[in-house]
């Protein structure tokens, strides 16, 4: 079935320093989504992307859905403590099998703050 | 985005037990998920919760230890039942109000078998 790479798995940052993950398939997709979860909580969406080359931002967050419609990206300009949690790729497959449109999640990655 | 809220947020179960978690939107959508999120790892989809009909699930999920009812569009409930250890994880409600548009979540319920 379709996958989701997404890297990197985790990640340690320092306060004002720029961070970039990714996520990429070798399936298209039609849909990406950006996720944080928190500890204790739910995720919670950060940004929906809809079409290929589409990019945008929401505060310090800018998102991507790659041209080839096989991956995506998401950066975090000047991070701050608040950022740390764990940040999920997701997207719809083009062609996907499943039964009600299955949303797929890639594998987090994990914001630290460095020690 | 709905509000979404899930009880309870945790629970601690005695293997062979069943628990039943609720979900509440605060308004009418038209799909409705159940998630299952093992300690550090990403979601899994365990079941459609289908408005008055059976719910339909996911490979390697099946109705009797996991019924879900649906009565509305508002609400749904997901028991877990016969609880081993392995089904320690966190269970997360979702909502989308289309097929292949932007999904919310619940808070989770966190559960702990032991």
């Known amino acids: 079935g379709q996958q989701l790479n997404q890297s990197p798995q985790s990640m340690f940052i320092q306060e004002g320093e720029d961070v970039s993950m990714n996520c990429t398939s070798s399936s298209i997709f039609n849909t990406w989504l950006w996720y944080k979860q928190d500890p204790g909580e739910g995720p919670v969406l950060l940004i929906a992307l809809y079409k290929a080359g589409e990019l945008t931002s929401n505060g310090r967050l800018t998102a991507q859905f790659g041209i080839t419609r096989k991956d995506s990206f998401l950066n975090i300009s000047a991070s701050i403590p608040s950022d740390v949690g764990i940040y999920f790729c997701a997207g719809f497959p083009m062609n996907y099998g499943g039964s009600q449109g299955n949303l797929i999640f890639g594998k987090g990655t994990k914001l630290s703050v460095k020690p | 985005s709905a509000v979404i809220s899930q009880k309870p947020s945790r629970d601690i179960c005695q293997r062979g037990t069943s628990l039943t978690i609720q979900c509440q939107v605060d308004s009418q959508v038209t799909m409705m998920f159940w998630y299952r999120q093992q300690p550090g790892q990403s979601l899994t989809l365990i079941a459609t919760?289908?408005?008055?009909?059976?719910?339909?699930?996911e490979s390697g999920f099946v109705i009797d230890k996991f019924p879900i009812s649906r009565p509305n569009l508002t609400f749904s409930t997901l028991t877990v039942s016969n609880m081993s250890p392995e089904d320690s994880s966190i269970y997360l409600c979702?909502?989308?109000?289309?097929?292949?548009?932007?999904?919310?979540f619940g808070q989770g319920t966190r559960l702990t078998v032991v």
């Open positions: 979702s909502v989308r109000t289309g097929l292949r548009t932007e999904a919310f």
């Open positions: 919760a289908n408005q008055g009909s059976e719910a339909t699930y």
